[in-house]
């Protein structure tokens, strides 16, 4: 299994960016995805979630808004727009194929492929 996160970079604060997660290996369209963030020396931290079929979504409060997690399992891929960047927003994102979505939570899958960067600045 693979998954490629790509679309990360430089963007000021209010800016915008699209990140995709490219799986294979998986069946895509019967597994959920969830991103994640993380930032040096701490947790990684959930951002968003998508059903299978794409017809539910989950957001962590700070993104609620700003940030649209979408899919096309044509592509077998995933996204995450993210409008009006903030600095906090500053990690490695990382996306997450195949784990477990109830309840609004999402309970990741052991495999983790390179997460790709966005730095904010202000």
């Known amino acids: 299994v693979q998954l490629q996160a790509s679309g990360g970079g430089l963007v000021q604060a209010g800016g915008s960016l699209r990140l995709s997660c490219a799986a294979s290996g998986y069946t895509f369209s019967i597994n959920a995805v969830g991103w994640y963030r993380q930032t040096p020396g701490k947790q990684r931290d959930l951002v968003a979630i998508i ?13 609620k808004g700003r940030f649209t997690i979408s899919r096309d399992n044509t592509k077998n891929t995933a996204y995450l727009q993210m409008n009006s960047l903030k600095p906090e927003d500053t990690a490695v994102y990382y996306c997450n194929v195949g784990g477990v979505y109830a309840n609004n939570k999402y309970y990741a899958h052991y495999y983790w492929g390179q997460g790709t960067l966005v730095t904010v600045s202000s």
């Open 51 to 63: 059903s299978s079929s794409g017809d539910r979504t989950t957001y962590t409060d700070s993104v």
